[in-house]
């Protein structure tokens, strides 16, 4: 994806009425169309909810005042879905106290940024599209040293045999849905084009402060949990689409999280890019 189509593709989606605007798909170009994981058959409710989900998680990585340029400019905030981009501008220059040429101007440096989080530097370790994720659900149980893992696979090829497991390489316990060769599934038989496969197995895991995944191919829903148990962390934090060098970084700063009465975080990703980082880090528990 090239970053400079991206850019071009965004500046168009905020003329007129944006995300609102009544020929959506005709305004939702090549690169925005890979950003956010539409589809060929996907009609204008399923693209606009695509490209507004998105675009709402990339601009939650953006500074508090482009966040509210880049809401409004898209027609994303449902207080700022004013007919005339220009009436959008305003509506964010009395939100920030700023006059209009300023949020003009804080509107393109969200756009930049947010083409640049939505195509992040090409890495060898994204591989070509042989198939591609629908759903990913996974559940570490800390106390217990393992971890579910549950696969809903489309096959983007003819003759697929074969996909990769999220985070396991070692021996597993499958449930259903194929066998494990060394960190891989071997399906049953070969999907065709289009053709989806569901696959299940529980692994041991060696204890760690993180349960990230980093997706080689296109993943559109990751929901994980992790239940720590009654003694849980002093802290957890989200990882939602951070770059692999702040896996580990201890500025890295994420969304804190929440245990619920059992112990347990729960979080949901939508529409992964690939080579960027998802799932939770937290401390050393007490």
Do not use: N
Not at 27 to 44: F, H, K, N, Q
Not at 101 to 122: G, K, M, N, Q, Y
């Amino acid at each position: 994806m090239e970053r400079a189509e991206l850019v071009s593709e965004l500046k168009t989606l905020r003329k007129g009425r944006g995300l609102q605007a009544s020929r959506l798909p005709d305004r939702v170009g090549p690169s925005l169309r890979a950003a956010c994981g539409i589809a060929e058959p996907d009609g204008m409710v399923a693209i606009r909810e695509k490209v507004s989900g998105r675009l709402s998680e990339l601009v939650a990585h953006l500074p508090q005042d482009l966040q509210v340029a880049a809401l409004a400019a898209f027609a994303i905030s449902p207080e700022a879905r004013q007919p005339l981009y220009q009436e959008r501008v305003r509506w964010a220059a009395d939100r920030l106290d700023r006059d209009p040429r300023t949020v003009r101007r804080r509107v393109d440096e969200a756009i930049d940024l947010l083409a640049e989080l939505a195509s992040p530097p090409p890495s060898p370790l994204v591989e070509p599209g042989r198939w591609h994720t629908a759903a990913l659900t996974v559940a570490l149980v800390v106390e217990e040293s393992c971890v579910f893992e549950q696969h809903r696979v489309v096959a983007d090829q003819d003759g697929l045999r074969s996909f990769d497991l999220a985070f396991s390489a070692g021996e597993g316990f499958v449930l259903y849905g194929g066998t494990l060769r060394e960190g891989s599934v071997e399906l049953p038989a070969a999907l065709s084009r289009g053709e989806s496969w569901e696959f299940a197995a529980v692994f041991p895991v060696e204890q760690s402060s993180r349960m990230v995944y980093v997706p080689r191919h296109r993943c559109e829903v990751f929901d994980l949990r992790v239940r720590f148990g009654k003694e849980g962390p002093l802290e957890v934090v989200a990882l939602d689409g951070a770059f692999e060098r702040d896996i580990a970084d201890p500025g890295y700063r994420g969304r804190a999280l929440q245990l619920d009465a059992a112990g347990e975080a729960h979080l949901q990703f939508r529409y992964l890019t690939p080579g960027l980082a998802y799932g939770a880090r937290w401390a050393d528990q007490l």
